[in-house]
């Protein structure tokens, strides 16, 4: 079984940027996607960002994309999520996924999600 651990939430404000990492454990790590995603106090969990094994495919939200950047480093186990011009609407508690396959499917189960990192932007 797969283990998560994200870092790098924080406090920030409109404007500012702030990467999360997730390091994975287990020496399956490069032939999975893995994805990113978020839930805001009151609101259901939802999809930020997804990148396939090879780090070649990437998968963001409309509200995401043009400001968030998803990467890995297979040799690190790690996957990363640059997040720039952050908004207070992005305030949320973010989560890194393991994903089932080598792509991003919508439709597919989560293998095992992280603990979670708690982003706030101030206005």
């Known amino acids: 079984q797969v283990q998560l651990v994200e870092s790098g939430g924080g406090l920030v404000q409109a404007g500012d940027s702030l990467r999360l990492s997730c390091a994975a454990s287990g020496r399956t790590f490069s032939i999975y996607a893995m994805g990113w995603f978020r839930q805001a106090p009151g609101k259901e969990r939802e999809f930020v960002a997804a990148?396939?094994?090879?780090?070649?495919?990437?998968y963001y939200a409309d509200s995401v994309k043009g400001r968030f950047t998803i990467s890995r480093d297979n040799a690190k186990n790690t996957v990363y999520l640059q997040m720039s011009s952050l908004k207070p609407e992005d305030t949320a508690v973010y989560y890194c996924a393991a994903l089932p396959g080598r792509y991003y499917y919508p439709s597919a189960a989560v293998r095992a999600w992280g603990q979670g990192t708690q982003v706030t932007v101030s206005s």
């Open positions: 990148i396939s094994w090879s780090g070649s495919s990437t």
